[in-house]
């Protein structure tokens, strides 16, 4: 993942340049989830704690989108945002894990958890898989690349990880060696139906 970055050309910030002008371009800030801090877990959804501090405003936003979870959309009213919900950023189903810490899943399932971290295409839990989060994301985000602007999507580590996979090229494999913090701002930019990843965990604060 890391040559990848490194390869990686940077455009400048309006934009690839033709004719000495700037062209208009798509560009998608990812914003994780504020969701509970605590050992890690499968997330069956919990709200917000009590007293989750503000995050740092936003710029102009053309378009807002969330997962449909509870705690997607508690964040993004944090963030000021009224956003479209879009399904395909909902979390990562983990099928009967949901709900249950890492820890207990690995004192019952050792092997199905170990096959689950190893192998993307591995879905032990009965729900999907980490290749299949990454088609659903990668999909997605390539409808959006036509479009133009500055937009916004609150929703999980998951999703996340797999849209920086994508953008990179890294494959699904990638998933699993890159860390998404709560509150955590990735910045994307799509010209000419080529994504590139521009920035990385941005005001996380950890």
Not at 187 to 205: F, I, K, N, P, Y
Request: hydrophobic residues 40%; glycine residues 10%; aromatic residues 4%.
């Amino acid at each position: 993942v890391a040559a990848a970055i490194n390869a990686c050309q940077m455009e400048p910030v309006n934009g690839p340049q033709r004719n000495g002008r700037p062209q208009p371009m798509m560009r998608l800030t990812l914003i994780c989830d504020a969701g509970p801090h605590g050992p890690p877990a499968f997330l069956d959804d919990p709200p917000l704690a009590q007293g989750t501090p503000l995050p740092a405003p936003l710029r102009k936003v053309d378009t807002a989108w969330s997962s449909p979870a509870r705690r997607a959309l508690q964040t993004a009213t944090l963030l000021g945002l009224s956003p479209t919900v879009a399904l395909a950023l909902r979390d990562c189903d983990h099928g009967r894990w949901r709900g249950r810490t890492l820890a207990e899943v690995g004192a019952r399932e050792p092997d199905a958890l170990a096959a689950w971290i190893t192998d993307p295409t591995a879905a032990p839990h009965g729900g999907e898989s980490v290749r299949e989060v990454v088609a659903r994301v990668a999909c997605w985000l390539d409808e959006r690349c036509r479009e133009r602007g500055h937009h916004v999507a609150v929703t999980h580590g998951a999703v996340i990880r797999a849209a920086i996979a994508h953008a990179l090229g890294a494959g699904p494999a990638a998933c699993r060696h890159i860390d998404v913090a709560p509150w955590s701002r990735t910045l994307l930019s799509c010209h000419a139906g080529v994504w590139r990843l521009r920035g990385h965990a941005l005001g996380s604060g950890r």
